[in-house]
């Protein structure tokens, strides 16, 4: 099971920092060979893509709305994936998601069919 938290509500131009945390147990004890990434859904709309992590090759990935403001990193010891929110918009608003995938590849990895373990959300809320 994967565990997000760090959302809040913040000022438009604010920011956040999201952690995911995994349960080792869940992913059998190999954290270190899964991806992990962010996806986000706002009311009324599909849930899309936001970042994420080779474990394979250590390229980042970022959707062309965040990249520049969002930054991911993992923690493989620690079982955790972070995604810093930075110069963040009203529509940023959503419902912020972590997955892990056993992918490793950008076409994989930007695909939301590709993810088999999910955290539970949390809400990120910027005020304009």
């Known amino acids: 099971q994967l565990q997000a938290f760090g959302g809040g509500l913040v000022q438009t131009g604010g920011s956040l920092r999201l952690s995911c945390i995994a349960s080792v147990r869940t992913l059998g004890g190999t954290f270190g060979t899964y991806s992990v990434g962010w996806f986000r859904q706002a009311p009324g709309k599909v849930r899309e893509f936001v970042a994420t992590k080779s474990y394979r090759t250590g390229n980042t990935w970022y959707s062309d709305s965040v990249k520049g403001r969002f930054t991911l990193s993992r923690d493989n010891a620690r079982g955790a994936v972070y995604l810093q929110l930075d110069s963040l918009k009203p529509e940023d608003t959503a419902l912020y998601y972590c997955?892990?995938?056993?992918?490793?590849?950008?076409?994989?990895?930007?695909?939301?069919?590709?993810?088999?373990?999910w955290g539970q959300g949390t809400q990120v809320t910027v005020s304009s």
């Open positions: 997955a892990a995938s056993p992918y490793y590849t950008y076409s994989d990895l930007t695909d939301i069919v590709k993810y088999n373990d």
